[in-house]
C-alpha cells in the first residue's frame, strides 16, 4: 500500500519493459520497490516460488509429451 499512488507508474514501466522484450528486468525492479517500502525479499519467496517456478515446472510437464512426438515448438 505504500507505492499505491504509484501504481500507474509501475503498471506503465513493466509494460514497456514487456514491449521491450526486457522481461528480466521486472523482478529485478520488484525486488528494489519492495526493498524501498520495507518489504523484505523473503515476503516475496512464496511469489517467486508459485508463479516462476511452479508454473514453469507444470508447463514443462505438460510439454514433454508434444516434445516427444516431434515437431513441435514450445514458446
Given amino acids: 500500500m505504500r507505492l499505491a499512488d504509484r501504481t500507474d507508474d509501475q503498471f506503465e514501466t513493466i509494460n514497456r519493459l514487456y514491449l521491450e522484450r526486457d522481461l528480466g528486468a521486472v523482478w529485478p525492479m520488484t ?7 520495507g518489504v523484505a525479499k523473503s515476503a ?6 508459485t508463479v516462476v517456478v511452479e508454473r514453469n515446472e507444470a508447463m514443462l510437464k505438460a510439454a514433454l509429451p508434444h516434445v516427444a512426438k516431434g515437431n513441435v515448438f514450445v514458446a
Avoid: I, M
Avoid at 525486488?31 to 517500502?37: C, G, H, S, Y
Avoid at 516475496?44 to 516460488?49: G, N, T, V
Fill in 44 to 49: 516475496l519467496d512464496s511469489f517467486d516460488r
Fill in 31 to 37: 525486488l528494489e520497490l519492495a526493498d524501498k517500502v
